[in-house]
């Protein structure tokens, strides 16, 4: 069996908050999935590290690993940071073998979200 990890990928932060969001929001994506590991890096800044994300996976015998990019469009680091981190580690790590998702996009459910906090704003949470 080929086990398969997730990683949800966030940007990084020197503020502790947002490490702490990131760790929630890929809690409640492990709720939701049957992946044999999901957990979240940081592309700089925070950690944890992508390569120290994959190190833990590779050492939990998984080689089929899912980037989930925790971004809104796409930019530098999707068109060039992370498929060249991505592809260091598929170096050092021979048969590992990765996919890259886009990212969070224009979709109508973030303008939701967007309207829920604006809600919550106007009601002076």
Known sequence: MNKKGLIVLGH???A???TETLAEITA???AKTDYARVAYASLQLSEPG???VVDE????????????????????HLK????????????KYPGLQYKLAGPLGAD??????LLDRAAEAEKGR
């Open 12 to 14: 990084g932060s020197r």
């Open 16 to 18: 502790p908050e947002a």
């Open 28 to 30: 409640m994506v492990a």
């Open 50 to 52: 992508l390569p120290a």
């Open 57 to 76: 996976m590779v050492g939990l015998g998984i080689r089929d690993i899912l980037v989930l990019p925790f971004l809104i469009a796409v930019g530098q």
């Open 80 to 91: 060039s940071d992370i498929p060249a981190e991505l592809a260091l580690l598929g170096e």
């Open 108 to 113: 109508p459910r973030l303008a939701e979200v």
